[in-house]
Structure formats: structure tokens, C-alpha cells
């Protein structure tokens, strides 16, 4: 099924962050030619180091080009699709994490210009398909144990980044139904793994991971009974890649998860049993407005991609932690 991508021109938007630098390594080993078009925000080129050489600001493999320039603003974006025969689109970019986002909800708005972009050029050229990154934010404060693309939502979906997702799933769901131009909405439930931001900006598992290796207590919001869903970044985009591949996932919304809820207190349990460092979980005042469970039906993403994530919790942290472990420094 993936061979199809062989030689095919794929734009991957947010390419030098987490998730989108993982998913340009895998669609250069399937053969595909990558564009990673990033404003390195959050993103940072050592994310890049299988295909580029910051050092010399030059690509090391040729199937792999790198630009700096800005989704939300029309004249960086209108380039990048004029200046390549671009196949397939992964629209990545945007502004996360909690605490930037609570801290500037403004800027997260100017995401809704790269849609604009995105959408507009993708028609424009013809493109064969886009893969829009979503969230299990989307979804609000949960109304159901298992959340279902179909299920009930919570419409009062309290912060900018819920809501500025929902308006780009509605835009690329609109664009398929008027335009034709295929597109498929992924919803993310928490992605973990090597690269990930662990500071203060960052994301639950690298943050204790990070606070772990430093020999500090691992810090846990409230009772730490609050539940998430990880899915190991290999296997995200793994499914990322069959929801492009398929056209029985055009003009759908699909959760991207594991289905199966671990309360952070428990993955600050497993973080430390790894590092095999004598520490105890430390507990802080519960956030406001923290959600209390959070958990994808992964029914629809089962039928649809014919594939769920194949990694343990457990071995996806020991594979994290053996990251962070070996390049601590680099990932602060
Ligand atoms: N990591 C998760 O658990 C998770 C969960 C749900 C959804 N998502 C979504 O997945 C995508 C990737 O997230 P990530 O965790 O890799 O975050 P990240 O911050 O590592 O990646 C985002 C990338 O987008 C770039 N970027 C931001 N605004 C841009 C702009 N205007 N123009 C060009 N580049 C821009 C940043 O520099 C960064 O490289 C995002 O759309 C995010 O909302 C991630």
C-alpha cells in the first residue's frame, strides 16, 4: 500500500516539529520526495538531522527540501505550491501546547489565514489529497467515556486551540463537499515520543520524563486519577499515512488514538519504574478547568485504516525515555 508514495511530492506542513519531522523521515524511506515547509516556532532544524545539515543550512538527502516561511501568510505558502508538483498535503502547523496557548490564545486564531492558504491553493493545484491535524480537543469537555466522531459534542469547547481546530475541520470537510478536494480529518489523542517538547511548554510524558532524568519528582496535577489516551508517534503516523492512502477517508473525521485511558499518575509510576531512580510522584494543586478523562472510540479508525497502534505504553516509554536519555540536552 505504501509503495504508492514512491516518488510522489508530499508538503508537510509543521514538518520540523514533533510529530511532522517523524512523519518526513518515514515518507523519505518510502521513497516519497518531501517538502517541509516550517516556521520553527516550535520546530527546530536538529529535528531535521536524517535530511538536512543545519551547520551548512543545506539538505543532505536529495529527495528532501527545508523551508522556513509562514502557513498563515499567503505569499510563503502561494510559493511553496508554485515552486513544486505537489502530490499530497499533511497541513501540521499550528500553535500548541496548554500553557503557550492559554498564555497568547490570540495567536492561535492566525491558524484559520493557513487554512485560508492551505485549502485555496490545494484546489488551486489540483492536489490529490490533504490530511489535516486535529485533536482530541475538538471534542470539548468530554460527554461521553468513549468519544465517537458521531457521538455527542460539547459544544462549549472552552479554549482558542479547541476551537480554532473545529473551525479547521469544518473548512476542510466543507472544501471536500464543494470543491471535491479530497481531505481527511485526523483527530490526535496524545502523541508521545522522541523529539518531543519537555519544557515548561511541553507535553506530559517528556516533561516527567525530563523531570525524572534530572532526579527531580515527577510533578502530577490534582489526584493524577485524570485519564489520557498516548499513542506512540511511530504508530500516529503510521495511521496518518494509511488515512492518506485511502479513499473510503475522504470527507472524514477520524480519531487517531489507542482507546485505552492511563491516568497520569500512572504514567508518572511507569516513567519512574523505567528510569530505576528511587522517586515518588509529586503532587501539585489540580488545574482549573483540567479535563477529568479523556478516551477516543477507536471503532471508526479501525474500520476505516484497517490497522490500530501496535506499541505497549510500556515500550513506547522505553523508547522515549532512551531518546531523552541520550539527548537530553538537546530537547529542553
Ligand atoms: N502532539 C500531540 O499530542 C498532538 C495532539 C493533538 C493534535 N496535535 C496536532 O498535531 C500537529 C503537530 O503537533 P506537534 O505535537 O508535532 O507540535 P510541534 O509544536 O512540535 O509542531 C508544530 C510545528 O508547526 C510549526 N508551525 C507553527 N505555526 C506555523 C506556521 N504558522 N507556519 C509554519 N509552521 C508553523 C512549528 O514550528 C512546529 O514545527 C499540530 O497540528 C497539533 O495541533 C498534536
Redesign the pocket.
Known amino acids: 500500500m505504501f509503495g504508492q508514495l514512491q516518488n510522489k511530492t508530499i508538503l508537510v ?10 512523519l518526513c523521515e518515514r515518507l523519505l524511506g518510502l521513497g516519497a520526495k518531501v517538502i517541509c ?8 532544524v536538529r ?1 531535521l538531522s536524517f535530511a538536512y545539515d543545519a551547520q551548512n543550512a543545506a539538505s543532505t538527502n536529495p529527495n528532501f527540501v527545508f523551508i ?6 499567503a505569499d ?2 502561494r510559493q511553496v505550491f508554485l515552486s513544486y508538483p505537489i502530490d499530497y498535503v499533511f ?7 496548554v500553557k503557550r496557548v492559554w498564555e497568547k490564545p490570540f495567536a492561535v486564531f ?2 484559520i ?2 487554512f485560508n492558504n492551505i485549502l485555496d491553493l490545494s484546489v488551486m493545484r489540483g492536489i490529490k489529497k490533504v490530511v ?6 475538538a471534542y470539548g469537555e468530554p460527554v461521553e467515556r468513549f468519544e465517537r466522531e458521531d457521538g455527542i459534542h460539547n459544544p462549549g469547547s472552552r479554549d482558542a ?1 479547541a476551537l480554532t ?1 473545529l473551525v479547521g475541520e469544518n473548512l476542510f470537510l466543507g472544501y471536500y463537499e464543494k470543491y471535491k478536494l479530497p481531505a481527511t480529518v ?7 515520543g522522541p ?3 519537555s519544557s515548561a511548554y511541553g ?1 506530559v510524558a517528556g516533561v516527567f520524563i525530563k523531570q525524572v532524568l534530572e532526579g527531580k519528582s515527577p510533578t502530577v496535577f490534582g489526584d493524577g486519577k485524570q485519564t489520557r489516551d498516548f ?1 506512540y ?1 511511530d504508530d ?1 503516523i503510521e495511521l496518518a499515512i494509511r488515512a492518506l492512502l485511502s479513499d473510503k477517508t475522504n470527507g472524514e473525521v477520524i480519531n ?1 488514538g489507542k482507546g485505552k485511558p492511563t491516568a497520569i499518575l500512572e504514567l508518572a509510576e511507569q516513567i519512574i519504574k523505567i528510569s530505576g531512580k528511587d522517586l515518588k510522584p509529586e503532587f501539585l494543586p489540580a488545574r482549573p478547568n483540567d479535563i477529568k478523562y479523556r478516551c477516543p472510540d477507536i471503532t471508526k479508525m479501525k474500520r476505516l485504516l484497517d490497522q490500530e497502534p501496535q506499541f505497549s505504553l510500556e515500550e513506547g516509554l522505553k523508547r522515549t525515555f532512551d531518546w531523552y536519555k541520550d539527548n537530553y540536552s538537546r530537547s529542553v
Not at 506542513?13 to 517523524?22: I, P
Not at 497541513?91 to 501546547?97: E, I, K, L, R
Not at 485526523?186 to 508521545?192: G, P
Open positions: 506542513t509543521g514538518g520540523a516539529g514533533f510529530v511532522g519531522s517523524h515547509f516550517d516556521n520553527l516556532s516550535t520546530g527546530r529535528n522556513q516561511g509562514d502557513v498563515n501568510v510563503d505558502t497541513h501540521y502547523a499550528a500553535v500548541v501546547g492566525k491558524d489565514e493557513g489535516f491535524s486535529s485533536s482530541s480537543e486551540y481546530k485526523l483527530r490526535f489523542f496524545n502523541v508521545y523529539k518531543q517538547e507535553f499513542v508517534v500516529n487517531i
